[in-house]
């Protein structure tokens, strides 16, 4: 009936009248700056670091400055006098995040597996609970904990003994001080332990319940549900997450500020005392000369451009695996 | 129950039992025993860090804590007695600060990925924004310590409105992620009811999506508050650490519980070390209590969502 002649509703008389046709468009407007304001926070720190590191990159050559093994900090003012070298600490970041990594990995895979499938509901949520609050321990006092009661107490005998009984091969050869790279990387893997694990437990929790359930239908044992269904179907996932791991323990500053040991050497034994990218900047900065900051701040986009590698790629693969998954929090 | 796998196979009928176990079955399931026993092993083994720690801190920070240690500033490290005053005060000045910037800033952009974003733009930002969680803090010190120090040629110098800049700026991207996830949980029923109630889309935004996501944004809030007040690494580039109590926000070098800890915990003297520790008691007790409770104000807003 009325269906072919609608009359048009009549225009709110809010809706035009005063402050208030603006406020929607304002309130967006603001949220868009907020929004923006993260895109552009991460360019103005990205472009005043790499402004500010330009002339050491100049001074000493972009890859020369990456593969340097010599790092002399000069004193000038305005011109460079030193040598700049910073392979030292990015080889002693490397080292001490792969040991970490190495360490972290096995043990997080275990530790989900286990919450996930083997632990009693009850004592589920409370070891989930336990993994999160490890997280949430700030790095200072593992770093304080590892220097006066965690390296003293557990490590040092352990590395003392490895030494001992396996000196003869280089890696574990040579003097064992209280610091050194697999020291900081010890205390890295109990750092990073918690942020892998909570993202592979999201991970492993996805498993589609039905192909768990066929297999078991299959006769297979739980071992076998494990190994043949759960981990392949997880793989990408924690592939992600201990990227994401390894990001964190890339740039992870005072814990291995405190147990890295601190020459400006590179070492390829074990417990050579090294220091690393962010280490090192947090060492130096305090006594720095303007030239030798300069250099600190080519350091600082060193580390920012091997981080940020580490941790896209990261994201990419936890983003395609574990979308739904709200993996920000553990972090 | 018949034990080897020959007589099962010759059974007169040709029937085999379903708890005769023949070919490899045993094989398989001592590995199965195995792997059990291995998993069990190893989560009892990660447990041991989480304990040792917790233990280690209580009981040398314990006999440190005092009303001594909360009021009063650090003695000369070598000589015992005095607190972490400074530290207290400097960290309490610049997490307010921070939390003044970051909050506002990263739940407007919260708000604006869920509800206002469209398209490549906002899935840059919520991209940036999770691979900002993975830059080392350092890197935030010294970039924050380049641009607001460097970059007013000295106008704003170490102190603490460089350290809460540096803070907030980690606290960012945690507020903005947990935020959205926890807004994304607001039914879109709510939204459509306001609107049909007449409500413009930031009156529903404000009065509506926001209050129904209160306890949940309390825990993200929590949760990044938590994170930066152990925050170590971007102070020593922006703050400087002093151990006298500092009220000048802009141009003098302010302590902070932290880089108190880390300062006490590198001396060779006994009394600056317990210091540290209870130091490291404090904070630890601020964040676990901070995290602890946000967490549980978290799990009892999804339970209510989910309703």
């Known amino acids: ?331 | 129950m018949t034990e080897s796998t020959t007589s099962s196979s010759s059974s007169p009928t040709g029937h085999t039992s379903l708890t005769v176990q023949d070919g490899n079955a045993r094989r398989r399931k001592r590995k199965n025993a195995v792997t059990r026993a291995v998993l069990t092993f190893l989560m009892a083994l990660a447990a041991v860090p989480l304990v040792l720690i917790l233990v280690e801190v209580v009981r040398e920070g314990a006999g440190v804590i005092s009303w001594e240690f909360l009021t009063q500033r650090e003695s000369p490290p070598a000589r015992e007695g005095g607190g972490y005053a400074a530290g207290f005060v400097g960290t309490g000045i610049m997490m307010l600060m921070a939390i003044g910037i970051a909050v506002p800033l990263g739940l407007a952009a919260a708000i604006y990925l869920v509800d206002y974003g469209k398209g490549a733009f906002s899935t840059l930002i919520r991209f940036v924004t999770d691979v900002m969680t993975g830059i080392p803090s350092v890197f935030i010190g010294l970039a924050v310590y380049a641009i607001l120090v460097l970059g007013t040629g000295q106008v704003i110098s170490f102190g603490g409105f460089t350290g809460a800049v540096a803070i907030a700026i980690v606290m960012l991207p945690i507020v903005v992620r947990s935020s959205e996830e926890v807004l994304k949980t607001v039914s879109t029923d709510m939204r459509r009811g306001a609107f049909a109630l007449g409500a413009r889309k930031w009156q529903t935004t404000t009065r509506v999506v926001l209050p129904a996501a209160a306890p949940g944004l309390t825990t993200s809030i929590m949760l990044a508050v938590a994170r930066g007040t152990g925050e170590t690494a971007p102070l020593i580039l922006t703050a400087f650490g002093n151990v006298n109590i500092v009220t000048d926000f802009f141009n003098t070098a302010i302590g902070a519980v932290p880089l108190q800890i880390y300062n006490g915990a590198r001396q060779p003297f006994a009394p600056g070390i317990e210091r540290a520790w209870g130091g490291a008691l404090s904070l630890l007790v601020i964040v676990l209590v901070l995290t602890v409770i946000a967490r549980y104000i978290g799990s009892r807003a999804s339970k209510a969502h989910r309703v």
């Open chain 1, 1 to 331: 009936m009325s269906t072919t002649t609608r009359e048009q509703p009549p225009k709110s008389a809010l809706r035009t009248r005063g402050f208030g046709q603006y406020a929607d468009r304002l309130f967006t407007g603001f949220l868009i700056l907020a929004g923006a304001s993260v895109l552009a926070i991460l360019s103005a720190m990205v472009i005043r670091t790499v402004y500010d590191a330009y002339p050491v990159f100049v001074y000493q050559g972009f890859f020369d400055f990456i593969f340097g093994t010599e790092w002399q900090a000069g004193f000038a003012r305005n011109e460079f006098t030193g040598t700049y070298g910073a392979w030292p600490f990015i080889w002693g970041t490397l080292v001490t995040a792969s040991i970490a990594v190495v360490i972290a990995l096995p043990l997080a895979i275990c530790v989900s597996l286990f919450i996930t499938f083997y632990a009693p509901k009850r004592a589920r949520t409370l070891l989930s609970y336990s993994v999160e609050i490890l997280a949430a321990v700030p790095s200072i006092i593992f770093g304080l904990w590892g220097l006066l009661w965690f390296v003293p107490n557990v490590l040092h005998p352990f590395s003392n003994w490895l030494n001992s009984t396996l000196g003869f091969i280089p890696l574990f050869g040579g003097s064992v001080p209280n610091t050194n790279y697999f020291h900081a990387g010890v205390v890295l893997a109990i750092m990073i332990l918690p942020i892998i694990t909570a993202i592979t437990r999201e991970v492993m929790a996805a498993t589609p319940p039905d192909e768990v359930s066929a297999a078991y239908g299959l006769g297979a044992t739980k071992s076998e549900v494990l190994s043949r269904v759960v981990l392949p179907r997880s793989f990408g996932g924690i592939v992600g997450a201990t990227m994401l791991g390894l990001g964190r323990a890339l740039g992870e500053t005072i814990a291995v500020l405190m147990l890295i040991g601190g020459s400006q050497r590179a070492g390829y034994r074990l417990f050579f005392a090294g220091d690393s990218l962010a280490a090192h900047i947090a060492a130096t900065f305090q006594d720095a000369s303007p030239e030798t900051l300069t250099a600190l701040m080519g350091v600082g986009v060193v580390l920012f451009l091997l981080t940020m590698v580490v941790n896209v790629v990261a994201r990419l693969i936890v983003w395609r695996f574990a979308r739904s998954a709200s993996a920000g929090d553990a972090l």
